[in-house]
């Protein structure tokens, strides 16, 4: 394997979702607009890390 095809096969893997931390939220009964929008921008997070 030549170093370029080591380096585009590396790209092409996803990156550690360990990076993605845990998301600190108590959610309300019910639920606010706010706390929903954390969920949502915690898991568009880790999907941007599994993508890569």
Same mark, same amino acid.
């Given at each position: 394997? /030549?170093?370029?095809?080591?380096? %585009?096969? =590396? !790209?092409?893997? !996803?990156?550690?979702? !360990?990076?993605? /931390?845990?998301? %600190?939220?108590?959610? %309300? @009964?019910?639920? /606010? #607009? %706010?706390?929903? #929008? !954390?969920?949502? @921008?915690?898991?568009?997070?880790? =999907? /941007?890390?599994?993508?890569?």
């Amino acid at each position: 394997m /030549t170093a370029a095809a080591l380096a %585009s096969a =590396i !790209a092409a893997c !996803a990156q550690n979702p !360990a990076t993605v /931390t845990n998301l %600190s939220l108590t959610v %309300s @009964d019910p639920p /606010t #607009q %706010s706390e929903l #929008q !954390a969920v949502v @921008d915690k898991l568009n997070e880790l =999907i /941007t890390a599994l993508r890569r």
